[in-house]
């Protein structure tokens, strides 16, 4: 079937065809643009679930029409957490924050979140720029940011808060900093621990508008508060999250390098281009279960958190579950373990999303290599290429990907961090390898015969 804005997922224009997003730097003296109106915090923006079941009720995203590629907001980089007992150094105190955006545009917004707080978090300011060496951000770039019109908000235990737009060019993989003034902390903090990229801490003080790099003496390797970045782009992306435990946070790999398999899918899917082009969400947490709710070690299940780590993310349409190692350490059965993923299928179909279930990767060690562990393993992933197309939508086999070909039960040495559990790069890019892109959602609107694209800048 043909899509109304260009051809199907298995007859993709080639790359060099592919329409691109002009750079931020090419429109600097862009004049003649098109005005929306600014959205802030709490206002009626379509959900990302409504958009995933627009597209679901169309039959396929390829049917998408012309009227569905105008701007509109998508989640551009987005990491997962989980409770920790709050750092005091935390508390009154500027966090700068490092990520990496999938998307250009010509706005962005912050979401903040104490969604594990025992209290209220005060959030005393907030900035966001476009970062340069270290913790120094790139001069004339940094922008305040606001939540319903004021520099200051107090976001209540169990609660995020999305701030207002912001405008500042970006470009899909150039870093920003996002700064944020915490006047008060609850004791429990809502942080993302295993961040894999170095972030900055200054000491008591508001340097939320300072650009350069000098009261950021401090490196810390966790996200706190901060939970999403959103991007206003000309035409929508869609994009795919990945939810699971540590295989999919990429422990084992390189700080600073994004060397997770999310990361390396991302590289894939924008080197494909046109209407392959996906943001590739990262919702991983190490030590995660799939059955178990343990906030302040591995966070909660993939099912309850599902709502906030992957329904909340603009422009959601599919969702790849990775899990199972940490169940079958804890003693967990093989028709638990099936039991779970077919509920967390149909979870996730249920909010219109495609979903995608992966076989575990193997492992010879401790409590995940035992005799029970393996047969257990190996029970769930026949279960999963056997029946998983039954609830899902897809599968993806992982284990095969990184297996020892001679020893199926333990990872290939050139794709064993050295733990004999987790990933090194190179094993981490094989998963990455093993998803067929012609399976996802794509994004139509991302087509080579659609509009070209610019970038907006809202109330010009």
């Known amino acids: 079937m043909t899509g109304l804005l260009g051809p199907t997922r298995s007859g993709r224009t080639p790359l060099g065809l592919a329409v691109a997003v002009l750079s931020a730097g090419l429109l600097a003296g862009l004049t003649a643009v098109l005005g929306v109106p600014q959205q802030i915090a709490g206002s009626a923006a379509p959900t990302p679930v409504r958009m995933a079941m627009d597209i679901g009720a169309a039959g396929s995203a390829a049917d998408t029409t012309a009227a569905d590629c105008g701007p509109g907001w ?7 957490p989980q409770a920790a007992p709050a750092d005091p150094a935390l508390g009154g105190a500027t966090l700068r924050m490092i990520v990496h955006p999938q998307l250009s545009g010509s706005e962005v917004r912050i979401r903040l979140s104490n969604a594990y707080g025992d209290g209220p978090l005060e959030i005393g300011a907030a900035s966001v720029a476009r970062a340069e060496e270290g913790a120094a951000v790139v001069p004339g770039t940094l922008r305040p940011v606001t939540f319903d019109g004021r520099p200051r908000t107090t976001v209540a235990a169990g609660r995020d808060v999305l701030s207002d737009p912001v405008p500042l060019p970006v470009e899909a993989g150039r870093v920003l900093a996002v700064s944020v003034h915490l006047s008060s902390t609850p004791r429990v903090a809502t942080v993302h621990p295993v961040a894999l990229q170095t972030s900055y801490l200054s000491d008591r003080g508001d340097f939320t508008r300072t650009p350069d790099a000098g009261p950021f003496d401090h490196r810390i390797s966790s996200w706190p508060v901060l939970t999403a970045l959103d991007v206003l782009q000309p035409h929508p992306t869609n994009a795919v999250v990945a939810i699971g435990d540590s295989i999919t946070d990429g422990f084992g790999s390189k700080v600073n390098a994004d060397q997770r398999w999310t990361d390396a899918l991302e590289r894939r899917l924008a080197a494909e281009g046109g209407s392959a082009s996906m943001a590739v969400l990262n919702a991983g947490l190490s030590a995660n279960q799939l059955l178990v709710d343990d906030p302040q070690r591995g966070g909660t299940s993939p099912a309850a958190r599902f709502e906030r780590d992957v329904a909340a993310a603009a422009g959601v349409t599919d969702v790849v579950l990775h899990i199972g190692t940490n169940d079958i350490a804890a003693g967990r059965s093989a028709a638990e373990i099936t039991a779970g993923l077919q509920r967390f299928a149909e979870l996730a179909r249920g909010a219109g999303l495609r979903v995608f279930l992966s076989t575990i990767t193997p492992s010879r060690t401790e409590a995940h290599g035992t005799r029970t562990a393996v047969a257990t393993r190996n029970a769930v992933n026949d279960w999963i290429r056997g029946h998983g197309r039954e609830h899902a939508d897809g599968v993806l086999d992982f284990a095969k990907a990184v ?26 890019r094989a ?5 067929d892109i012609e399976a996802l959602t794509g994004s139509p609107c991302r087509a080579a015969d659609a509009p070209a694209a610019v970038l907006l800048v809202a109330g010009r």
Not at 406 to 424: F, I, K, R, V
Not at 431 to 435: M, P
């Open 74 to 80: 998508g989640t551009g980089w987005m990491t997962a």
């Open 403 to 428: 297996a020892d070909r001679t020893e199926p039960t333990q990872l290939a040495a050139a794709y064993d961090s050295g733990d004999g559990l987790h990933l090194s790069a190179a094993g981490y």
């Open 431 to 435: 998963l990455a390898a093993a998803v």
